[in-house]
């Protein structure tokens, strides 16, 4: 009881506001409740900010976490290619003896199951042929020919390799070039 009297005499001491009182007091109510607003707002914005910046950043790990699957063995290949260039050239001699061609024979099929297990893990050889054309994104020119077209295979020194999409090492090629009698002067 002794509460509410006080509140009554509280309420009963507070002179009634004139006009000009309750137009300051609801604009400073009314510019509280905007500033309130703005501040609602900005802190809305970053929230979604936010949220967007996790989702982009969730992504890009994802994306990340399936090149790193995709191209796991690259690594492995690269270090692989140097041996496998050895065993090729070494089978591009044709020995005469007939025990010895059984062996190659042997190592023949040994390279063709290593390509097989390569290609089975997504691993693509570059063997240009002689007269095909050029192509900078899958061959790197060693050396120019003389030739009738330019930019054509005229021959393979190394098979390039592709894993999945991706070059692990292009193929070197020997390219033809129309040689002008000025070009033959400056080799010279």
């Given amino acids: 009881m002794k509460k509410e009297k006080e509140l009554k005499e509280e309420t009963s001491e507070e002179k009634p506001l004139d006009q000009d009182e309750k137009k300051e007091k609801k ?5 509280h409740i905007e500033k309130l607003k703005k501040e609602v707002a900005m802190w809305k914005d970053k929230a979604y900010r936010t949220a967007a910046d996790c989702d982009n950043l969730r992504k890009s ?9 995709k191209y796991r063995a690259m ?12 065993f090729n050239m070494s089978l591009m001699v044709k020995p ?7 062996y190659v024979k042997g190592f023949e ?19 240009p042929k002689a007269g095909e054309k050029f192509n900078p994104d899958m061959m790197q020119a060693i050396d120019i020919k003389p030739g009738k077209e330019n930019d054509l295979v005229v021959e393979t020194y190394s098979n390039g390799y ?12 020997v390219v033809s070039k129309v040689m002008d009698i000025k070009d033959d002067e400056s080799i010279e």
């Fill in 162 to 173: 592709l894993l999945k999409d991706r070059l692990v090492r292009p193929a070197m090629v």
């Fill in 75 to 86: 690594g492995f290949i690269e270090k692989l290619l140097p041996a496998l260039d050895s």
């Fill in 61 to 69: 790990y994802e994306k990340d976490h399936e090149n790193l699957l």
């Fill in 27 to 31: 604009k400073e109510v009314d510019s």
């Fill in 109 to 127: 099929m040994i390279y063709r199951q290593i390509l097989t297990a390569l290609e089975q893990e997504g691993v693509k050889q570059i063997a």
């Fill in 96 to 102: 005469e003896d007939p025990k010895i061609q059984n």
